[in-house]
């Protein structure tokens, strides 16, 4: 059984920054592109970036609202990806998911979602 | 343009069938995937690559697409089928995926 499960989350201020995790199991992690998705209160879905599998290159690619302030990595060792998020701004309040695919196949898998909420 | 435009809503009886479109101008180049959200939890992909179905899903979704509009359509609507449902596409180039606003289907 597939299962994906995010940690992290939390309260933090204007300016701050947090660390996401997602841990992974039931799948060949090492083959997956991972992405991060996220969702505004009473908002529509958000997606945030993506990180390839190594073996076709490992590509991080990024949404135009958070490049350069947020940063994708993945530990196929841990089948663990994590987002690492500087520079926090309010518009970042969401729950953040992590998904497999993305690609061809669509975002198959989801977590549940962790609350990352942004106030001063 | 990468945008994707669905209706905000669509509402129909039991039984009937419920049509939801996505229009956008990169569609004709990209497929389109829909997905179906039920409050407080994660999306599930019901169709991918315009008109496949994942293991699991019903055969009642099913999916098309027109030119620069995909749909979403649920026939013999049951009241479980009542959610939210996002279509999702990418960019012109493929390189960014992009999601529609969604539609809130209620099940009269």
């Known amino acids: 059984e597939v299962q994906l499960v995010e940690s992290g989350g939390g309260l933090v201020k204007p300016g701050g920054s947090l660390r996401l995790s997602c841990a992974t199991s039931?799948?060949?992690?090492?083959?997956?592109?991972m992405n991060w998705v996220r969702q505004a209160p009473g908002k529509g879905l958000e997606w945030v970036g993506r990180i390839k599998s190594k073996p076709v290159g490992g590509a991080i690619d990024y949404a135009a609202p958070v490049k350069g302030r947020f940063t994708i990595s993945r530990d196929d060792s841990k089948n663990a990806v994590f987002l690492q998020m500087n520079s926090l701004k309010t518009e970042d309040t969401a729950v953040y998911y992590c998904?497999?695919?993305?690609?061809?196949?669509?975002?198959?898998?989801w977590g549940q979602g962790t609350l990352v909420t942004v106030s001063s | 343009s990468s945008e994707l435009t669905q209706p905000p809503s669509v509402s129909v009886s039991p039984g009937q069938t419920a049509r939801i479109t996505c229009s956008g101008d990169?569609?004709?180049?990209?497929?389109g995937y829909w997905y179906q959200q039920k409050p407080g939890q994660a999306p599930v992909l019901v169709i991918y690559?315009?008109?496949e179905r994942p293991s699991g899903i019903p055969e009642r979704f099913s999916g098309s697409r027109s030119g620069t509009t995909v749909t979403l359509t649920i026939s013999g609507v049951q009241a479980e089928d009542e959610a939210d449902y996002y279509c999702q596409s990418a960019d012109t180039s493929g390189t960014y995926p992009v999601f529609g606003g969604g539609t809130k289907l209620t099940v009269l």
């Open positions: 990169a569609l004709p180049k990209q497929y």
């Open positions: 690559k315009d008109t």
């Open positions: 039931g799948f060949t992690f090492s083959n997956a592109w």
């Open positions: 998904s497999t695919g993305g690609g061809i196949v669509g975002f198959d898998f």
